[in-house]
């Protein structure tokens, strides 16, 4: 019983912290985060403002202006009590228009009030853009990873780290996950630690900084500004042309992958519906190429949640029962595979690494709190002649990404041994893909009770060391030294493979989610992304755009 206190005091005095909730003067979100162009977009606001302005830019290599609106008068609607699990069902303010020839791509929605507290009278929706039709598709597609961002927003009261069960995509986006100033690490939970510097294991500078500026948490987890953006202001300026997508679009259009020849993730892709991975796995079997620049990707599976005033709408809200699922989801007794709860868990028995060829189970965290506080913060090159590596002029043991710390916060990790050559490969385990070759490696951990940053909202019951110790190393049963010893020593990698096999598509798995970090200024990470887009055959202009700065 005291723990049982304790615990909901912590979750308490984190939602103190956490939540957001109309810090803004105005407040708004889209009743659609994706549509094909030429489709209209419902924009919901709440202000305490008179009246308010809207601007669309489309969000790529640069900024650019699409669409204004005229001021519009300004109403106040209150946030309902369920708004975070539910949506918050305000009106529509306005209608949002978009043209057959607008491109595919992130459109962020910037809505302006005319209150008195500057800095505080703005606040960000955003929807995305698919093709009109398959005749306009590129050759590839980005999957923004929105279930992620929702599965940290905390605007409305609860995430699925405060307490939560169910979350909606009908509310707000926390201040600071789609726009904000930019800043060189403060706003990074897994801050690159640079020569004589002390590592911020506990997060302090992270927390001093959201707090300050009134940012949640999930700034530092997830988010457009955080991670996708920073790729595709690269790539694009670098004349790569793909369209977007959301995550949630996997359930709302079975034949999403039609036609690409390849699907990209990026940052942090955690939570995943089945019929995502369903889409992903029939699109690599079919020969398609699957990569994923992206950390703690496939851990969490989520369920669709249709709105109750339109049952068509089959993605206004998605459920995880997370660490409880194997005791409490509702779906143990009809469907146990549907279980909201880890992939890899025996009762769903279909782990991340049969597609990814790595996942969280094998290394989880670096460079956070007590995970390699002060890890080498890249990938050691273990494979030099693999072709992730042409034209770096990298070798063997050399670091990729160091100075930008792009092995930070989250990752992915597999079974690993040496061969008779003394070569790093992947151990038999499982359920693995096939084909793994593991071009770099560096060490990654997982955390307990007491090893994360003070920083953190979450886990007021148990670690994740605990956790995945029980449900996967012990298969559910008692925990051994030798589990938790298992769960808690990992490692992060860069690889290849062939989920179904020679006849099917390649996969590329760079498991951290702060690759990104290093497209800004990082050669070699720059072109080792670039091995992957040319390899994977992305359309690309010959005139590369020039991305404006932040």
Not at 55 to 70: I, P
Not at 269 to 291: C, K
């Amino acid at each position: 019983m005291r723990d049982e206190i304790w615990n909901r005091r912590l979750v308490l005095v984190i939602e103190a912290q956490d939540d957001q909730t109309f810090w803004d003067e105005v407040e708004a979100y889209c009743g659609r985060l994706s549509i094909k162009a030429g489709q209209s977009v419902p924009l919901h606001v709440s202000t305490i403002c008179d009246q308010f302005e809207v601007m669309v830019e489309r969000w790529g290599a640069e900024r650019t202006v699409v669409w204004r609106s005229e001021p519009q008068p300004g109403h106040r609607f209150p946030v309902p009590d369920d708004a975070s699990a539910a949506g918050c069902d305000w009106p529509v303010a306005l209608t949002i228009p978009t043209g057959t020839t607008w491109p595919s791509g992130f459109y962020l929605v910037t809505i302006t009030g005319g209150g008195a507290q500057r800095g505080r009278d703005t606040s960000y929706a955003c929807f995305v853009v698919r093709p009109e039709s398959s005749a306009s598709q590129a050759s590839a597609v980005l999957v923004l990873a929105t279930n992620t961002w929702n599965a940290y927003n905390t605007w409305g009261g609860r995430s699925l780290y405060t307490g939560g069960h169910q979350v909606s995509f009908r509310r707000p986006f926390g201040r600071g996950l789609l726009c904000r100033p930019e800043t060189e690490r403060d706003d990074r939970k897994a801050r690159p630690v640079y020569s004589g510097e002390a590592a911020d294991a506990d997060g302090e500078i992270f927390q001093q900084y959201r707090t300050t500026h009134g940012y949640p948490s999930a700034i530092g987890s997830a988010g457009w500004f955080t991670h996708e953006r920073r790729f595709v202001e690269w790539a694009e300026a670098g004349g790569y042309r793909f369209d977007m997508a959301v995550s949630s679009d996997f359930v709302d259009d079975p034949h999403l992958l039609d036609g690409y020849k390849t699907v990209m993730s990026v940052g942090h892709d955690e939570y995943w519906t089945r019929a995502g991975r369903d889409a992903i796995d029939t699109h690599i079997a079919g020969g398609g190429r699957f990569a994923s620049f992206s950390g703690n990707t496939m851990f969490w599976q989520v369920r669709p949640v249709a709105a109750a005033a339109d049952p068509t709408d089959h993605s206004a809200a998605m459920v995880c029962y997370k660490y409880a699922a194997h005791e409490h989801d509702p779906v143990l007794a009809s469907d146990p595979e549907l279980m909201a709860g880890m992939w890899c868990d025996p009762v769903v028995n279909r782990p991340e690494w049969s597609t990814l060829g790595a996942g969280s189970a094998f290394g989880l965290y670096h460079r956070f709190g007590q995970a390699t506080p002060y890890g080498v913060g890249g990938f050691l090159v273990v494979d030099p002649d693999h072709w992730l590596f042409a034209h770096t002029g990298l070798g063997y043991g050399d670091v990729v990404g160091r100075d930008d710390g792009v092995v930070g916060y989250e990752t992915v990790g597999t079974a690993i041994t040496f061969d008779e050559q003394q070569c790093l490969v992947a151990a038999p385990l499982a359920g693995q893909a096939p084909e793994v070759e593991i071009a770099g490696f560096t060490l990654s951990s997982n955390l307990g009770v007491g090893d994360y940053p003070k920083s953190i909202a979450a886990l007021s019951d148990q670690g994740d060391l605990e956790f995945v110790a029980s449900r996967y190393f012990a298969q559910g049963g008692e925990v051994s030294d030798q589990h938790r010893a298992r769960a808690r020593r990992g490692n992060a990698v860069m690889l290849t493979c062939r989920p179904f096999g020679p006849e099917g598509g390649e996969v590329v798995t760079i498991g951290t989610t702060d690759w990104v970090f290093g497209l800004g200024g990082d050669q070699p990470v720059q072109q080792i992304t670039a091995n992957v887009l040319d390899r994977f055959g992305l359309d690309r202009d010959d005139e590369p755009q020039s991305a404006s700065p932040q």
